[in-house]
């Protein structure tokens, strides 16, 4: 039987590829502490599970294709705040930030057709943009560096006949880059100019670590048209669960054409819904707290990173993840050795291989992206792990 070219053309994630080994681990008694997966531990707000509580309703009903109200409404809310000025037609509901993603997608991507992304990217990028036959067109970066790509030159070189849009993360997924204004209002600056679209994925806005006010590309002027808002509760209120997204975007004939694939999948879910407009009435209290528990948790992980001999890592400034080049051959023999082979008094530790972040052949092949989602004293465990797991492997893999 014959699969289709576009689905070969996909890989699996980085992050959940070992699965597998890591079941096996599990029931061989070995305790796994994961760093691989951006799952937070942080309590979702009880304004969540409150709503669910208290629905109601005697059928759990369709609800409409582009969201129910009071959940576009409550976003809408939350973008004044923070100088972003949208109508409900600005808005269409998903079923998480991902499939966000893979709408806009395939709303202006066709065969032969090419995107721009800085890589290291997130991985799952890969995925949408293969399956509508498109291509991905790196911009390089290196982790000696701090991964910057916020330069003209360099995003202007990469435009072809056949590119469509520029998509970035901001802040960034893997590496924690975040962009000044500056930087943004340039590469904004850059899709009027060439008139493709300006994909601005801004799941993690609320973590920056530097006191910067929040940033987002539609607080931008001039160029409303070319960008492409995508945005998400799972990471913002830590309800991963609820699969809660949205696209955001001022181009009405571009939401006319999304709104084609909202139709075909009914609707997102109604009782996630309704919970998910709960919490946007959560206070910058709530932020606030949140984001000094993920610096603490950072500046734990680039401490006991900076110990261990030949590692490369420079301080993300925002999101929950870094990217780390490590002494060793290969993540992800690596990874499948700490899984099957490497224990300390039962403990292994698991990461997300660096090369499935990487368009360019070979790329990222000694590298790891970390999670750092987890409390301070298990992540202060798993570098330990870590350190330990590189220097047997390397004792036994020269």
Sequence with gaps: MKFSSKVQRCFQSPMRKFHPYAVAAAAAGKTIYHLNIGQPDIETPPAYFEAVRDFHQQVLAYAPSPGMPELIDAIIGYYAKIGVPLTPDDVLITTGGSEALQFVCNCILDDGDEIILPEPFYSNYNTFISSTGAAIHPIPTRPEDGYFYAD????????????????????????????????????????????????????????????????????????????????????????????????????????????????????????????????????????????????????????????????????????????????????????????????????????????????TEGRGRNEIRIAYVKEQHVLERAIDLLALGIRKYNETHK
């Design 152 to 359: 003209r030159d360099k995003i202007e070189a990469a435009i072809t006949p056949n590119t469509r849009a520029i998509l970035i993360t901001n802040p960034g997924n893997p590496t924690g880059t975040v962009l000044t204004r500056d930087q943004m209002q340039m590469i904004l600056d850059v899709c009027v100019k060439n008139d493709i679209f300006l994909i601005a994925d801004e799941v993690y806005r609320e973590f920056v670590y530097s006191g910067e006010p929040l940033a987002s590309f539609g607080q931008l002027s001039g160029g409303e048209e070319h960008v492409v808002l995508i945005d998400s509760v799972s990471k913002r209120f830590s309800a991963c669960g609820a699969r809660i997204g949205c696209i955001i975007s001022r181009n009405r004939e571009l939401m006319a054409q999304a709104l084609k694939y909202c139709q075909a999948r009914l609707s997102v879910a109604t009782l996630d819904q309704v919970a998910a407009a709960a919490l946007y009435s959560v206070g910058p209290e709530y932020f606030e707290a949140v984001r000094v528990e993920y610096k603490r948790r950072r500046d734990t992980v680039v401490r006991k990173l900076a110990e261990i001999p030949g590692v490369v890592c420079e301080c993300p400034k925002g999101a929950f993840y870094l990217m780390a080049a490590l002494p060793i051959d290969d993540a992800e023999t690596f990874q499948q050795w700490l899984l099957e082979e490497f224990d300390d008094n039962g403990d292994t530790v698991m990461f997300a291989a660096g090369g499935g972040f990487y368009q």
